[in-house]
Structure formats: structure tokens, C-alpha cells
């Protein structure tokens, strides 16, 4: 007997990111083979999958007038403006439809709910959005979040990047916020949640909050006091005290380091700038540094460590500022 895999929603976002790109006119051999690569993970080939096949049975769904007109008019909104190339409307419109579906199914179920909507940011840029549940969320350098507010429930997906969540208070309806496997509950509270490869960071400011991640004995619940964190991709994930102040600095336009290893601190930086630091220095990315930066401003932190660690400064490819001992560019 076979055993079935249920794509996760991350795995289901995934699948529609490829799903648009592959209906393309014109699809790179590199893509080809990133997305074979993808679809071998478990789960992503069931998640694609069902894309494909909503895709191909959307008739039904869009023979609904209401649903229909809605769908038209997605359609028309993600037309191609010029100079664009047409496949780049499949997924607004997928999208669009997969949202209308769940809009329809939650009706049927006796309660109005909304349907989920996302909200990026690109490289560099900060957003801050007003929920209709009076809740604030502020969004960080090339973050991705989806929302869903019902009379039941608000649920928020940080599907990439950073975020911070400032609650309005409804013990009616549960605030939870999912980061890969990772869950965090909250009533009326300020959070910060960092979306890591295999887990998320999570810091707390104000209230309580309630995390739920998997571990290797199984499902684990910690839960925090103001000034306190906690990151699940930790092999043994512990809850400890947190310098919130360098945490959240990024709320502020601003980089906070104290006593960071210099590759962590190139790392952050690398997330605020499309041009990306390459060091080049062994085990001095394992030296701490400490300072205070403007996020975004690559320049700065490039002259202030060269100085501080008596780094060569190479810029001969573009978008690419390569950091390297002055020894080794000493002739022998």
C-alpha cells in the first residue's frame, strides 16, 4: 500500500511560482533543471500536481458567474503592459482563482471569510500594512507573508523573509503566524518573526506568544516572555534572552551589531542590496565585530570593516564587492 504525501502550503506556493514560469514562451535550460531538482523533494511533485491539474479543470469553477466576473476581471488586471511577455499572466491569474475557490468554499460553510492575499517586498524595500482586524505588520527587505482573516481566525504565512507583528487584541479569534513548520500563537502581542531555511527565529517584545515547531521527538511548544526568543531551526531549539534593541533594528532602517561574527554581519547586509559582499578571508569571518548601520547602506559597512580588519577591497565584477587579506595581495 502506497502512502499518500499532502504538499504543504509553502510546497503549494512553490508550485505556483513554477507553474507560471514553465508557461512561458521561452524557458531556460537553467530553470529546467532547478525545477527537476525542486520537484524531487517530498511533496513538491504532488503540490505541482495539483496545480496543474486545477489549472486544467478551472472551467467548472469559473462556470459560477460571481466567480467568473471576478476571475475576468483578474484577468484584465494582470494583462501584460508592454514590453512584458504574456506568459507572466498565468499566475495572477491562477492565483486569483485558487483564492476565489477558498472564498466559495468558506461561504458555503455558513461564515463570510476572506480570501487569502499576499503582500511582498523587493530587495531594499520595507512595508508596513493596517489589517482589518486593526492589526499592524511591518515587512522587511524581500519578504513574502499571505493573509486570512475570518470570524474564527486570522492566519498569516511568512513564506520568505522578516516581519513584525503588532496584535490587536481578540481572544475571539486566535493571531497565528506559520513559518515553514514552525506555528506562533498570539492574543494582543508584538513579535518578530524570521523565516530561516528550516525553521524560523522568533523574538518577542510584548505579550505572549506560543511556538509550535517539529523536532525529532515529535512536536514541541515553548512559550516565551517579552524579551525573550527562540530559534527552531536549532538542532535543540531552547528559549534564551534577546537583545530585541539589534533584533528589531531593521524596523528602524538600521543594522545593530554586537560582537557578531564578521560573516553573520555580511550575511544581513547582503539582504538589504542586489550588489552582494564576498569574503574571502577563512577563518577571520569567524572575528567579531560590533556597530551601527543603515540598512541599505552597503558602502559604509564595506569601508568600516576593510578598516577595522585591514581587508582588500575588490570590485572588478559587477554587482559583486569581493573582501580579501591585504597579505594576499602582496606580491611575494
Given at each position: 500500500m502506497s502512502l499518500s504525501i499532502v504538499p504543504t502550503s509553502q510546497a503549494r506556493e512553490e508550485a505556483a511560482d513554477w507553474f507560471a514560469r514553465l508557461k512561458k514562451r521561452h524557458v531556460a535550460a537553467a530553470d529546467l533543471e532547478a525545477f527537476r531538482i525542486w520537484r524531487k523533494k517530498p511533496g513538491h511533485k504532488e503540490a505541482y500536481d495539483e496545480v496543474d491539474a486545477f489549472w486544467r479543470k478551472s472551467g467548472a469553477v469559473a462556470?459560477?458567474?460571481?466567480?467568473?466576473?471576478?476571475?475576468?476581471?483578474?484577468?484584465?488586471?494582470?494583462?501584460?503592459?508592454?514590453?512584458?511577455?504574456?506568459?507572466?499572466?498565468?499566475?495572477?491569474?491562477?492565483?486569483?482563482?485558487?483564492?476565489?475557490?477558498?472564498?466559495?468554499?468558506?461561504?458555503?460553510?455558513?461564515?463570510?471569510?476572506?480570501?487569502?492575499?499576499?503582500?511582498?517586498?523587493?530587495?531594499?524595500?520595507?512595508?508596513?500594512?493596517?489589517?482589518?482586524?486593526?492589526?499592524?505588520?511591518?515587512?522587511?527587505?524581500?519578504?513574502?507573508?499571505?493573509?486570512?482573516?475570518?470570524?474564527?481566525?486570522?492566519?498569516?504565512?511568512?513564506?520568505?523573509?522578516?516581519?513584525?507583528?503588532?496584535?490587536?487584541?481578540?481572544?475571539?479569534?486566535?493571531?497565528?503566524?506559520?513559518?515553514?513548520?514552525?506555528?506562533?500563537?498570539?492574543?494582543?502581542?508584538?513579535?518578530?518573526?524570521?523565516?530561516?531555511?528550516?525553521?524560523?527565529?522568533?523574538?518577542?517584545?510584548?505579550g505572549a506568544v506560543e511556538v509550535r515547531a517539529a523536532a525529532k521527538s515529535g512536536e514541541r511548544t515553548w512559550r516565551l516572555s517579552p524579551g525573550q526568543g527562540l530559534s527552531t531551526q536549532q538542532l535543540t531549539p531552547k528559549v534564551a534572552s534577546i537583545d530585541t534593541e539589534a533584533a528589531t533594528s531593521w524596523t528602524r532602517r538600521q543594522l545593530i551589531f554586537r560582537g557578531?561574527?564578521?560573516?553573520?554581519?555580511?550575511?544581513?547586509?547582503?539582504?538589504?542590496?542586489?550588489?552582494?559582499?564576498?569574503?574571502?578571508?577563512?577563518?577571520?569571518?569567524?572575528?567579531?565585530?560590533?556597530?551601527?548601520f543603515d540598512a541599505g547602506d552597503m558602502e559604509t559597512f564595506i569601508g568600516a570593516i576593510a578598516e577595522m580588519h585591514d581587508l582588500a577591497i575588490d570590485r572588478s565584477r559587477p554587482g559583486l564587492v569581493r573582501l580579501t587579506r591585504k597579505s594576499e595581495n602582496k606580491p611575494s
Open positions: 462556470g459560477h458567474p460571481e466567480i467568473k466576473a471576478s476571475v475576468e476581471d483578474a484577468l484584465k488586471r494582470s494583462e501584460p503592459r508592454a514590453g512584458r511577455r504574456p506568459g507572466w499572466s498565468i499566475k495572477p491569474a491562477l492565483g486569483a482563482m485558487l483564492g476565489l475557490t477558498g472564498a466559495a468554499i468558506l461561504l458555503g460553510g455558513g461564515y463570510l471569510a476572506t480570501a487569502p492575499r499576499g503582500y511582498t517586498t523587493e530587495v531594499g524595500e520595507q512595508r508596513t500594512l493596517q489589517l482589518s482586524d486593526g492589526s499592524t505588520l511591518m515587512l522587511d527587505t524581500a519578504s513574502k507573508v499571505t493573509v486570512a482573516i475570518s470570524g474564527k481566525r486570522r492566519e498569516l504565512r511568512l513564506v520568505r523573509g522578516q516581519a513584525m507583528f503588532d496584535v490587536a487584541h481578540d481572544p475571539a479569534r486566535p493571531f497565528v503566524v506559520v513559518a515553514g513548520d514552525t506555528s506562533i500563537t498570539a492574543l494582543g502581542t508584538r513579535f518578530d518573526v524570521r523565516r530561516e531555511q528550516d525553521g524560523a527565529r522568533v523574538t518577542l517584545l510584548r557578531v561574527p564578521l560573516g553573520e554581519a555580511v550575511a544581513e547586509v547582503n539582504r538589504y542590496d542586489r550588489a552582494k559582499i564576498e569574503l574571502d578571508i577563512g577563518e577571520m569571518a569567524e572575528d567579531r565585530m560590533s556597530g551601527v
